[in-house]
C-alpha cells in the first residue's frame, strides 16, 4: 500500500521524532481548545481576558521558538525535545494549581516561551536524519501529523454521543429553508465574522508557506487569535 511504501522510505528514527512531535503537539491540543473557558469559569472574566492571555502565549510562543533555535545549537537537538516534553507535561499540571488571575499572566508568559524551545530542535533533527532529497516531503509529514493533532486532541476529551452523530431537523429541509428565510440577509457584524473565519482557515491551510511569506510560522492558537 502506499502508506506502507511511504513508511519504508524513510529510516526508523525520522518516525521515532514523528511520534515525539506528535505526543508534544497533542498535549496542547488537549489544553488551549478549552483554556479560554476554563478561565471564564474558575475566575469568572470575560472572554477578553481568556483572548489576552492566549495571545500572550501565542506571541511569546514566536519569542521562544526564536530562542530555541540557539539553544538547540548550543544544547543539541535531544535535550531540546527532552525538555519540551517534560515541560509541557509540568505546566499543564501548574495551571491547575493556580487560583489567581494575576499569577496566571507571568505563568502564561513563561509557558509560552518554554513550550517553543523544542519546536526548531524538531526540525533540525529532521535535517539530520533525512538527506536532501526527502527533507521536503520529511517536513510536509511532520506537519500533517502537527494538524492530525488538531483533530484528534479535543475529541479525546469531548466524544460525540452517538445519538447526536446523526442530528435531524424537524420538520426537515423545508423548515429549515424557513428558518432561513426569517432570518433575512447577512448583517455586516456576520459578514465580518465570515471574513475573520475565512482568513483563519485561510492560514491554517498555508501553514506550510508561512515562514517564506513572513519569516515566522503562525500556529493554530496564533490564527485564531488574529481572528
Not at 481548545?33 to 495571545?55: D, E, N
Not at 485561510?202 to 496564533?222: C, K, N, P, S, Y
Request: hydrophobic share 50%; charged share 15%.
Amino acid at each position: 500500500t502506499r502508506l506502507n511504501k511511504i513508511y519504508h522510505e524513510f529510516p526508523r528514527l525520522f518516525w521515532v521524532v514523528v511520534v515525539v512531535s506528535f505526543i508534544d503537539r497533542i498535549g496542547g491540543t488537549l489544553l488551549f481548545p478549552f483554556f479560554a473557558l476554563y478561565i471564564t469559569q474558575k475566575f469568572g472574566v470575560g472572554m477578553t481576558q481568556a483572548g489576552i492571555l492566549l495571545g500572550m502565549s501565542s506571541l511569546f510562543g514566536l519569542i521562544g521558538s526564536t530562542i530555541g533555535g540557539a539553544l538547540t545549537d548550543k544544547f543539541g537537538r535531544k535535550q531540546l525535545i527532552l525538555f519540551g516534553l517534560v515541560f509541557s507535561a509540568i505546566s499543564t499540571l501548574t495551571f491547575g494549581l493556580v487560583n489567581s488571575l494575576s499569577a496566571l499572566y507571568p505563568l502564561m508568559i513563561v509557558v509560552g516561551l518554554l513550550s517553543s524551545v523544542s519546536h526548531p530542535a524538531h526540525d533540525a533533527m529532521i535535517a539530520d536524519i533525512l538527506p536532501e532529497n526527502q527533507r521536503q516531503e520529511g517536513f510536509g509529514i511532520l506537519r500533517v501529523v502537527g494538524n492530525f493533532a488538531w483533530i484528534i486532541g479535543p475529541t479525546l476529551l469531548f466524544r460525540v454521543r452517538p445519538a447526536d452523530a446523526h442530528p435531524q431537523i424537524s420538520g426537515g429541509m423545508n423548515a429549515l429553508q424557513e428558518q432561513l428565510r426569517k432570518m433575512g440577509g447577512m448583517s455586516s457584524q456576520e459578514k465580518k465574522g465570515a471574513l475573520i473565519f475565512g482568513l483563519v482557515v485561510f492560514l491554517w491551510v498555508t501553514d506550510r508557506f508561512h515562514m517564506q511569506w513572513f519569516g515566522f510560522e503562525i500556529d493554530a492558537v496564533m490564527a485564531a487569535m488574529i481572528g
